[in-house]
């Protein structure tokens, strides 16, 4: 039975003693609590129970009805060399009895914790010291920024400064092949091993020291018993020869492997910024101050200062400080780091603008609409900071094998040593060979194959304007056979348009212009269909006088000393008015599930002057995404609360195999659920009546422009409301996983193949060592080619 504690829980949603009773018991009621004590006041919940006993403390609470509030903290971790490093620490926090949740990313050197709100975060900094590492809270991006370069500048010289060393002790063995013995003296040898060994080499020595006090292994600890080993092997060599001779030592392999070591560690430090490069460049696109109006006078403050409908003046080829509204002026924006979208986006009153865009030619006054955390960039950098400290569940294998890895690794030494030894091949080729074992064994590439191939897919996805919330969905994405797509606002524009006309008098123009008047002012999204209409054509539109709302019919009005009416089938009937030709047409819309307008003229002369047909047009690239879809082998189905017969012609004009028309909102999710059953389903949509169905799908992707809550249900977010980013996310989802399964592939078989060799004789501690560098950087850089993706033709023509 573990050993009891005492847990103070916050507990949230009490209002009376009522609340307070029904938390105790609930409490009461979990196996092993000892004692419970509930606060209506202070709304905290004092128990003693099993150390092990928090998930069901809290599932208790919440079952019963109340929440235990929790925040997400995140550790900066220090001395982690592998991916036994990284579970060591991650084990270490999830030890502690108030950690719900822990993820520790190798890759980023981050540790992202879950707890109990009220936690000090100075006990888990002390779980990760005890386990052996250092860990801090973050600094601030430009102090994290120069820290880094601090540390690789040290690195860098620390490595210039072991290949100097190390560089002429082996040359004279690269020279035997070619007749020349210039071996230098051992003392010489000495002298110039000794400081790569213990001076430039001290970090292996703290660190496996760290990892055996914390009662595990590590990289370190390997590479450290290694050369050690070779090492002192020469010590003992050279104390134990005859004078006059010149014994066989091993000074250089230890250098050199140290010196190897080195520099891999320095060129895997150097790649890894490179992957996390998408959140600093995100970063960099936050302006630091602004200038904001007050009283009609400019004021350069600091965004800090800002507060909710300040007006800010942005001046051409300056960031946007803040997300708001155009108040005044005109220009464009330059979106592609924040959405993707190469082409400058018009910029007028009344439109919105995003924190981070270029403002382009024209100077504007912006209304501020969000701050600080509430902006879109401070949210998407929050979704790519998330999904770079996730796990994929592919990263549960790695993580069991990295627990038995170095123990295996150091028996199977121990093994090479005796079985060489008992063999007869003397102690010297004994321990040689064990030091190779040693040595080649690394598990740096293993504990960087996951973490750094997501990191640097979800950074170049982000780039290009998707937005990966998860490593599982990251995970999940490229298998799915099925794609869903809702219709209005996904496929289409989500606002009517004309799409047909007829006139009594074979002339379009007319009747248009006259349907413009009557709609004057009105703010229907019919009525801005034909108005925008009249303003494509160019036609001057008339005034209209004694305009009048026909309730449930449509609109009536004095135009140009006529009486005119537009609506419905119900205003035609009732006029009395005969269709003539026009009624084969309404009739052929009306089936394609057209929103039909008819437009009469009452007096003076009582007639049907013309026909209307609305209907939502089809987004650019719409039909693209389509076919993108069916090359890969990917079926699309069409997912609509609207009409069959409009849904009918969408999916037509689009190429669509499979149509679910005048499906409720409450059905939408069945409908998916039924669908899974035959395949993996991605559902694509951007309303509020989505998000069950977005839920519901093994991937959730979300259109921009959208509603929070289907951002908030979807696992992919798109930054533009262009379908054809839907095949490009499932396509870096597809290639950032072959990436993971190529890291691993690679990190395994490396492995695999060279500890037996090592152990059969076949390499030597220096060849192992280059090997061992080579490892990581080639898992690393692999990873990096992810950041040469481009989406295939995801943007418009420009008109």
Not at 253 to 275: C, D, F, M, N
Request: overall charge neutral; proline content about 5%.
């Amino acid at each position: 039975m573990p050993a009891s504690t005492t847990f103070d829980l916050p507990i949230g949603g009490m209002t009376c003693a009522s609340c307070a009773g029904r938390v105790e018991r609930a409490l009461r009621n979990v196996t092993g609590t000892e004692q419970v004590s509930v606060n209506l006041a202070t709304e905290q919940a004092r128990v003693q129970a099993p150390a092990d006993s928090l998930p069901a403390l809290v599932g208790a609470v919440r079952e019963a009805g109340y929440s235990v509030p929790s925040k997400t903290l995140e550790l900066a971790v220090g001395g982690m060399t592998c991916a036994s490093c990284s579970g060591r620490v991650e084990r270490a926090l999830a030890k502690l009895p108030w950690v719900e949740q822990v993820s520790v990313n190798l890759a980023s050197e981050r540790a992202h914790v879950q707890v109990v709100q009220g936690i000090d975060v100075s006990q888990l900094i002390a779980a990760v010291e005890n386990a052996g590492y250092s860990a801090s809270l973050p600094h601030n991006d430009q102090d994290d920024r120069q820290q880094t370069q601090r540390r690789l500048r040290k690195e860098r010289l620390t490595v210039a400064a072991a290949l100097v060393l190390a560089l002429p002790l082996v040359l004279p063995m690269l020279a035997q092949p070619f007749g020349l013995n210039g071996m230098l003296p051992a003392w010489v040898q000495f002298l110039l091993a000794t400081p790569v060994q213990f001076i430039l080499g001290a970090r292996f020595y703290v660190a496996a020291w760290k990892a055996v006090r914390a009662g595990t292994g590590n990289m370190d600890l390997l590479v450290a018993l290694g050369t050690s080993a070779g090492y002192g092997l020469s010590l003992y060599q050279w104390a134990s020869a005859h004078p006059g001779m010149q014994p066989h030592l091993y000074f250089e392999a230890s250098a050199v492997v140290i010196a190897l070591v080195l520099l891999g560690k320095y060129l895997e430090s150097r790649a890894k910024r490179q992957t996390a490069s998408a959140i600093r460049a995100l970063e960099a696109l936050r302006p630091e101050r602004a200038l904001r109006i007050i009283d009609g006078r400019e004021e350069d403050v600091a965004i800090s200062q800002l507060r909710l409908d300040d007006v800010v003046v942005v001046k051409p080829g300056e960031r946007f400080p803040v997300d708001g509204d155009v108040l005044e002026g005109s220009s464009h924006a330059d979106e592609a780091l924040i959405s993707g979208e190469s082409l400058p986006v018009p910029k007028r009153p009344g439109d919105t603008v995003t924190g981070g865009a270029i403002n382009g030619e024209g100077r504007l006054l912006v209304k501020t609409r969000a701050l600080g955390a509430e902006t879109v960039l401070a949210r998407i950098i929050r979704l790519v900071e998330d999904a770079q400290a996730a796990k994929a569940p592919i990263q549960k294998l790695v993580d069991r094998v990295s627990q038995v890895f170095v123990p295996s690794v150091l028996g199977l030494a121990l093994l090479t040593l005796l079985g060489w030894w008992l063999a007869g091949a003397g102690l010297e080729t004994a321990l040689i060979n064990a030091v190779a074992v040693l040595v080649i064994a690394c598990p740096c590439a293993l504990g960087l194959a996951t973490p750094t191939a997501i990191m640097a897919g979800t950074g170049v996805a982000a780039r290009h304007g998707i937005l990966i919330k998860d490593a599982e969905a990251l995970e999940r994405a490229h298998a799915v056979n099925r794609v869903v797509f809702d219709k209005t606002g996904t496929l289409t524009s989500g606002s009517p348009r004309i799409v047909h006309l007829q006139s009594t008098h074979n002339d379009n123009d007319e009747p248009l212009r006259l349907a413009g008047a009557l709609q004057r002012g009105s703010e229907h999204p019919l009525a801005k269909a034909v108005l925008d209409a009249c303003a494509e054509r160019g036609l001057d539109v008339p005034t209209v006088s004694d305009s009048q709302s026909l309730s449930g019919r449509g609109i009536a009005g004095q135009v140009q000393g006529r009486t005119l009416a537009l609506g419905n089938r119900r205003l035609l009937d009732e006029s009395g008015l005969p269709a003539g030709d026009l009624a084969t047409s309404a009739k052929a819309w009306e089936a394609e599930g057209r929103t039909l307008s008819w437009l009469l003229e009452r007096a003076p002369q009582p007639r049907v002057l013309g026909l209307f047909a609305f209907g939502d047009s089809l987004k650019p690239g719409a039909a693209q995404a389509i076919d993108a879809l069916h090359a890969r082998g990917i079926s699309s189905h069409l997912l609509t609360g609207d009409n069959r017969g409009s849904a009918a012609v969408v999916a037509k004009a689009l190429g669509i195999d499979d149509v679910h028309a005048e499906v409720l909102p409450a059905d939408k999710a069945a409908t998916v659920a039924l669908l899974k059953q035959n395949g993996v389903v991605a559902m694509v949509g951007d309303g509020i009546n989505d998000a069950p169905a977005l839920a519901a799908a093994d991937i959730g992707i979300a259109m921009g422009g959208g509603t929070d809550v289907a951002m908030q249900a979807a696992g992919i977010t798109l930054m533009r409301g262009d379908p054809r980013l839907v095949p490009a996310a499932l396509e870096i989802s597809r290639k950032t996983y072959a990436k993971i399964r190529q890291n691993l592939f690679w990190a395994f078989i490396y492995n695999l193949v060279g500890i037996p060799l090592a152990a059969l004789g076949y390499l030597n501690p220096v060849l192992a060592g280059a090997a061992m560098a080579l490892s990581s950087v080639s898992v690393v850089s692999n990873a990096l080619w992810l950041k040469t993706w481009r989406p295939t033709d995801t943007h418009p023509e420009a008109p």
